[in-house]
């Protein structure tokens, strides 16, 4: 055989195993195809299928300052725990809601969750038998009604519970157990205190923006949208967190004015210049003895970690940047509060709002004494809690009759003296979850006595109550800045005093006797 031949007879061998080889490779490309397909299949719904999500809620802000635990005969003080969480149109719940009906395909289901608790932030510490036994209940119906492609956990940020260190991380991590590796998401509260222990336990995390909270649903619809994309395979939730390491006081943290108003702007902008990525800033609350107190950044990206740092970097380096602005403010003190008020309503600045901002339980009486003291007429305390005094009411009189009453002085340390108040029963029936009194005195002087703190945020509660708001010069409110709602973004009020009278939730946060926070947190740790 010629040496033409024999290479000839060479080449064709070659061809032959190249082509051998090629179908080899065919062949394995499309099984390699078949099984990620399969296994994809499993782990990714097909567009078309149905998805089926749970909802879940166990929400509280604690005071851990103030003296009365918070049991499971509050949790359950309105009723028990309950499936029916999705008949609401509005808050987190609604706002997810909303979004699974836009996008279609979705059944969610309710799952059973404790109600508010009685006294809400002006409950103390969760009992671990309280905590253990809603989060079993929930576990347990999540696993009877499983299984699910998702879960949505509303929950607040500023729980504090005996025992259980990060509340909120412990509630994610009990779930997962019983659902396994299926994206969960968690909304929360604005005053949230938490840490990188929520954002490792869950998939994502979304945080209101705004004070007075007008944003819940919107935050609601984020997680909503990226829950949906993240079961399609069309999103994969990257967290970055920080602590920058500023406490600030409720009080300030209105997002109204400066700098809580540019802190959320900034979020925004990042927002705005990045597709698929959420910015989440929690202020924190201070009147939480837990060792992730104070503000919190967390940003979600589709998978891109490097981004989700550098905007967590950034937003925590600008609230470290403007901490003395943020977390160094001075308020009024009580007489001197009082006294700018009453000097304002005789300027016709009326109705002048002054804001109680640090009683936290309801029962103080620092305003309502310093307001007698000086002389002051036509005000309204708004409202006072004093769940004894409406039982002394309710057995000896009625609408219309005199009564010489104590009132307040009692709900905890800081609640200052009993107020003898000589007047005359204005109303007495129900209003919203409890009952209520109106005594009227002195100079066309009220208080409204309620048998729990109450929070008033707008002036819908005058009328129902017989009491007409062009009559009032003064209205003392046990609020921080929720009432800004309906007394200041209304046009509303004349002239509004933040008073710093004592209590568990003075501006001053160095007067609290802080244990578990870190030692160098901003602007405590200056007096440490």
């Known amino acids: 055989m010629s040496n033409k031949t024999k290479r000839s007879s060479g080449k064709s061998s070659f061809f032959r195993e190249r082509d051998i080889f090629k179908i080899k490779a065919v062949w394995i490309i499309v099984i390699l195809l078949l ?14 299928k149905d998805l089926k999500i749970a909802v879940a809620m166990f929400s509280h802000e604690t005071c851990t300052f103030c003296p009365r635990p918070t049991t499971i005969k509050d949790w359950e003080y309105y009723g028990p725990p309950t499936r029916d969480i999705l008949g609401l149109d509005r808050g987190y719940i609604g706002g997810f809601k909303n979004m699974c009906e836009e996008y279609g395909g979705i059944k969610l289901v ?76 968690v909304s929360l509260d604005l005053h949230a205190n938490e840490d990188h222990e929520l954002s490792d336990a869950a998939d994502a995390v979304f945080i209101i923006k705004r004070y007075p909270h007008y944003d819940t649903n919107l935050i609601g619809e984020y997680a909503g949208r990226v829950m949906i994309k993240t079961i399609r395979g069309k999103y994969k939730p990257t967290m970055a967190t920080r602590k920058p390491g500023v406490i600030t006081p409720s009080v300030f943290q209105g997002t109204g004015v400066s700098p ?5 702007e900034r979020a925004r902008r990042w927002e705005c210049q990045y597709s698929d990525v959420y910015v989440s800033v929690a202020f924190g609350f201070a009147y939480a003895d837990v060792p992730d107190v104070g503000a919190t950044v967390m940003v979600v990206t ?49 109705p002048v709002v002054i804001a109680d ?49 104590d009132l307040g002085g009692y709900s905890d340390k800081f609640a200052g003296n009993p107020v003898r108040i000589n007047g005359k029963v ?31 945020t707008t002036p819908r509660i005058f009328r ?14 046990k609020s921080r800045v929720h009432f800004r709602r309906g007394f200041h973004e209304t046009g509303l009020a004349g002239a509004i005093f933040e008073v710093d009278a004592p209590g568990w939730g003075p501006a001053d946060l160095t007067l609290l006797p802080y244990k578990n926070i870190p030692k160098d947190i901003y602007p405590i740790y200056k007096k440490n």
């Open 464 to 477: 129902p109550l017989g009491i007409k708001l062009e009559s009032l010069d003064i209205i003392v409110l």
């Open 35 to 48: 099984v990620g397909f399969v296994f994809g299949s499993m782990g990714v719904p097909e567009e078309g």
């Open 110 to 185: 309710g799952i059973l969750s404790p109600r508010g608790a009685r006294g809400g932030s002006s409950g103390s510490w969760i009992t671990k038998e309280a905590f253990d036994k809603y989060t079993t209940l929930i576990a347990g119906d999540l696993k009877q009604a499983g299984p699910f492609d998702g879960v949505f956990l509303s929950l607040h940020g500023a729980m504090a519970v005996t025992g259980v260190p990060k509340p909120e991380a412990e509630i994610v991590r009990r779930v997962r157990k019983v659902v396994g590796d299926i994206p969960i998401m």
């Open 260 to 264: 809580a108003m540019d802190i959320m």
């Open 302 to 350: 589709n998978n891109n970690q490097g981004l989700a740092d550098m905007i967590a970097d950034d937003m925590s380096g600008y609230i470290w940047r403007v901490r003395k602005e943020f977390a160094g403010k001075k308020l009024p003190k009580t007489k001197k509060g009082v006294a700018l008020a009453i000097g304002a309503a005789r300027a016709g600045k009326t």
């Open 357 to 405: 901002h640090s009683d936290r339980t309801g029962g103080s009486t620092y305003i309502l004494e310093e307001l007698i003291r000086q002389g002051a007429e036509n005000f309204c305390i708004a409202t006072l809690r004093d769940e004894k005094a409406l039982e002394e009411i309710k057995a000896k009189v009625k609408v219309g009759d005199t009564i010489s009453i």
């Open 426 to 456: 204005e109303f007495l029936g129900n209003y919203g979850r409890g009952t209520v009194a109106v005594l009227v005195f002195g100079k066309n002087n009220r208080v409204i006595l309620t048998p729990q703190l109450m929070q008033v």
